[in-house]
């Protein structure tokens, strides 16, 4: 390891002596990398990135899929001493336009297939993502020899950028630490037990925090083997499960592997482990799950801003469906009103958080970190909650009007702006509904002014500006909206309204 460095990489690698021939990386079945391989692998990427321009405290964007090519450009550019900005694969060129004027990348990696917008609209440099020959990133790895070492960095120095739809409609890039990512992993591998004998099967995308901070990081520190999936699907998740210890979902994963047969308790058996976040876990789901396979679902707490705060324990008989469990090791949590008083057992208020694994503010947005921290350090999260006796927490809401689709997070306010840009509409409510499959589905209302309103312009908008996990899966028009006597939209009610849509 470095001297004093505090080095994500650096971490990682000191923890792979003595497993030099153990696969690290398996795709499709295949061995891609053993651990004794993988800093030479990280080592031409990052050469790569060198004679692309690349320097310690840049940003690399990158905007694809799963692929082992993501998870070795993703080690490289910490090795390198940049900063990694991952993008969801299904924004589209507008949205990553916009990201792209936020974060000011010395470099786009993208897949060949993916929306971004053109160079004239975006003027930086990129190269694609597929190795096939014709001078993307892995190409130019291949031609390579590897850069030797990885750059020191400090706890406090940036590893990555992750944007976040801000309530105002602006996205903001959380910044996370070197240090921030250590110490959690370091705690989620002592909570949830892990070893070198662990096997992790994962099916998440790896430009969200879930797949990149907590599966893809457990696996590297703990020295266990990854067995990585293009995406969830449920005959490939069922096929691979005798394979492994540990599985990561999204409650999504979890319904749609309940509704195929094939998912038997024979199959499950043998886990030791099945963990469920980034969104509410039904306990219907909870229960389902239990009653087929002898399993009590492992669900915690997270968000991109701390990545993990909270877990049900690790012993089956204490997880509770419908509770995120305690705060992890290192980490304060507290309910709290509107005079920031910490309010009593059982009775709901907003959570604050603090420890190491917190951010350290919002990308160039001074403004939106002082509106997020207070003096003390304590982080308002935005999310409501209580304690119970014990100090567990269950979650009750989202102060902000958060809706978690599919395990992404979706702001009312980024989509409402849009909206109202159509001819006709007056004023628009975008709105979370319940979804057996996604947890939320985003609705939208409008009102009229009168004047001429086409459906199909508005549909046609929907389509091209958002990613399909932000578009409203129903518009509906109203006469007038529920408000309050300050005149705010009543969006409970509206939710209230519109609960069954999918029922």
């Given amino acids: 390891m470095s001297a004093q460095s505090a080095n994500l990489i650096d971490i990682f690698h000191a923890r792979h002596a003595g497993?030099?021939?153990?696969?690290?990386?398996v795709w499709r079945g295949e061995t891609v990398c053993s651990f004794g391989d993988l800093p030479r692998s990280i080592g031409r990427y990052r050469?790569?990135?060198?004679?692309?321009?690349?320097?310690?405290?840049?940003?690399?964007?990158?905007?694809?899929?799963?692929?082992?090519?993501?998870?070795?450009?993703?080690?490289?550019?910490?090795?390198?001493?940049?900063?990694?900005?991952?993008?969801?694969?299904?924004?589209?060129?507008a949205e990553v336009a916009l990201l792209i004027e936020d974060a000011e990348p010395a470099l786009l990696v993208h897949a060949a297939a993916t929306a971004v917008p053109d160079l004239a609209e975006a003027p930086v440099r990129r190269i694609t993502l597929e190795g096939d020959g014709s001078g993307a990133l892995p190409d130019l790895a291949a031609t390579l020899a590897p850069l030797d070492g990885v750059e020191p960095?400090?706890?406090?120095?940036?590893?990555?950028?992750?944007?976040?739809?801000?309530?105002?409609g602006r996205p903001k890039g959380a910044m996370l630490t070197h240090g921030n990512?250590?110490?959690?992993?370091?705690?989620?591998?002592e909570t949830w037990r892990f070893s070198d004998a662990d096997t992790i099967l994962h099916a998440l995308?790896?430009?969200?925090?879930?797949?990149?901070?907590?599966?893809?990081?457990?696996?590297?520190?703990?020295?266990?083997?990854?067995r990585m999936l293009p995406k969830f699907d449920a005959k490939a998740v069922i096929a691979e499960l005798p394979l492994v210890s540990v599985f990561m979902g999204v409650p999504t994963f979890y319904t749609r592997l309940l509704d195929n047969p094939a998912f038997t308790r024979d199959v499950a058996a043998a886990r030791r482990l099945f963990i469920s976040g980034s969104a509410p876990l039904l306990p219907s789901v909870f229960n389902a799950f239990e009653e087929r396979t002898g399993h009590r679902i492992l669900e915690r707490y997270g968000m991109?801003?701390?990545?993990?705060?909270?877990?049900?324990?690790?012993?089956?008989?204490?997880?509770?469906?419908?509770?995120?469990?305690?705060?992890?090791?290192?980490v304060?949590?507290?309910?709290?009103?509107?005079?920031?008083?910490?309010?009593?057992?059982?009775?709901?208020?907003?959570i604050e958080i603090k420890g190491p694994n917190v951010c350290r503010g919002?990308?160039?947005?001074?403004?939106?970190?002082?509106?997020?921290?207070?003096?003390?350090?304590?982080?308002?999260?935005?999310?409501?909650?209580?304690k119970d006796s014990e100090g567990r927490v269950t979650i009750s809401g989202r102060s902000k009007d958060l809706i978690i689709s599919g395990g992404y997070n979706v702001y009312p306010a980024e989509i409402e702006m849009i909206l109202a840009e159509v001819s006709g509409v007056q004023d628009v409510a975008v709105f979370g509904v319940p979804h057996p499959d996604f947890g939320e589905a985003v609705m939208a209302a409008v009102t009229l002014d009168g004047g001429a309103f086409d459906m199909g312009a508005m549909e046609a908008l929907i389509a091209s500006r958002f990613a399909r996990f932000k578009q409203p899966k129903a518009v509906h028009v109203l006469d007038e909206f529920p408000r309050n006597a300050m005149g705010k939209i009543l969006k409970a009610k509206l939710r209230e309204t519109y609960a069954d849509s999918f029922a």
């Fill in 19 to 25: 497993h030099e021939g153990k696969p690290a990386l």
């Fill in 47 to 93: 050469a790569a990135l060198a004679q692309l321009g690349v320097k310690r405290g840049d940003r690399v964007m990158v905007k694809a899929d799963n692929s082992p090519a993501f998870v070795f450009t993703y080690l490289a550019v910490l090795a390198s001493g940049a900063i990694f900005v991952p993008m969801n694969a299904a924004y589209t060129a």
């Fill in 153 to 168: 960095m400090g706890a406090d120095d940036l590893a990555a950028i992750l944007f976040t739809s801000g309530t105002t």
């Fill in 181 to 189: 990512l250590s110490s959690n992993v370091a705690v989620l591998f």
């Fill in 205 to 226: 995308p790896l430009f969200h925090a879930h797949g990149l901070f907590v599966a893809l990081h457990l696996a590297l520190f703990s020295a266990a083997t990854l």
């Fill in 304 to 330: 991109t801003e701390a990545v993990m705060i909270t877990s049900n324990p690790y012993e089956q008989a204490g997880r509770i469906p419908g509770t995120v469990g305690f705060p992890l090791p290192g």
């Fill in 332 to 350: 304060s949590l507290r309910v709290i009103d509107g005079a920031r008083a910490e309010v009593p057992t059982g009775e709901v208020g907003e």
């Fill in 362 to 386: 919002y990308w160039r947005r001074p403004e939106a970190t002082a509106e997020s921290f207070h003096a003390d350090g304590y982080f308002l999260t935005g999310d409501t909650g209580f």
